[in-house]
């Protein structure tokens, strides 16, 4: 997986932390990790990745515009959240797949790596 780059948008900063060293054992480089949508936004539509990690709110506001800019550009991602299924996020993204809050790390490694596979 060198080389390839993963978007980290999460406003837990232990978490944040946890998905950023998950990354970074499989070889990967960790960009963010984003605690703000305006920031993930930023990152979304301007950095070059390879696919991306999304909590569904950061900060109390929905990653709706996150999700839309990736999906946009034809990067992959994944949900990593707590939120329930009804949350605006996931109808905006259908085909996103949603990974609920907490997971081991060798689930969300093995759901980085289809990402990374499928882009």
Known sequence: MSGERV????????IALEL??????LGAVA????????????????ANISCA???ARLLRRSVEPV????????IPFLFYTGQSNRDPAFAACPDAPVLAKPAPPRVIAKKIQELLSSG
């Open 7 to 14: 978007l980290i948008a999460e406003d837990e900063y232990i």
């Open 20 to 25: 950023q060293s998950i990354v970074e054992q």
């Open 31 to 46: 960009v963010g990790p984003a605690a703000s949508v305006d920031e993930a936004l930023s990152l979304a539509a301007e």
């Open 53 to 55: 990690i999304l909590d």
């Open 67 to 74: 999700a839309r800019c990736l999906a946009a550009r034809g």
